[in-house]
């Protein structure tokens, strides 16, 4: 998990249609999908005894989600407040599976040596988000 540790900065265009879709497809808001069209969030994960810490910062607010993998953790997604199961795969993909009015989502997140790949997908909605890693 040592991999995923570091803050990532959103490269991705904020106002991407496909992530409006998938925004939409996972129960977000009009408001709040507005909002995050305008937005570029960081990223940042660190471990915290048998824990990890994962915040989203952005201009929005920052949510910040304590992860103990394969437990309910409270999260709040989008400024929709759920419950997330995270799962690590290999040692370098964080899994988050949420359900947000009444609809499942799941974000992968694949790190490398310098950047962060997030796969975001609701109701047959998928997007692509592409972060950089800045420390």
């Known amino acids: 998990m040592s991999s995923l540790v570091g803050k990532y900065e959103l490269l991705s265009d904020p ?6 879709d998938f925004l939409q497809a996972a129960g977000v808001s009009d408001a709040h999908r507005e909002a995050w069209s305008m937005v570029r969030p960081s ?4 471990g915290v005894g048998g824990q990890w810490r994962m915040r989203t910062l952005s201009e929005l607010g920052n949510e910040e989600t304590l992860v103990t993998p394969g437990a309910g953790n409270p999260t709040q997604s989008f400024g929709v407040d759920t419950v997330s199961v995270f799962t690590v795969e290999g040692s370098n993909k964080l ?3 949420f359900t947000a009015a009444g609809k499942e989502s799941r974000i992968v997140s694949e790190f490398a040596a310098d950047e962060m790949t997030s796969t975001l997908s ?5 997007a692509v988000r592409k ?5």
């Open 43 to 46: 990223v940042e994960i660190s």
């Open 131 to 135: 972060y950089k890693r800045v420390a």
């Open 95 to 97: 899994v988050q599976k």
């Open 122 to 126: 609701s109701q047959g909605k998928t």
């Open 15 to 20: 106002s991407d249609k496909a992530h409006d």
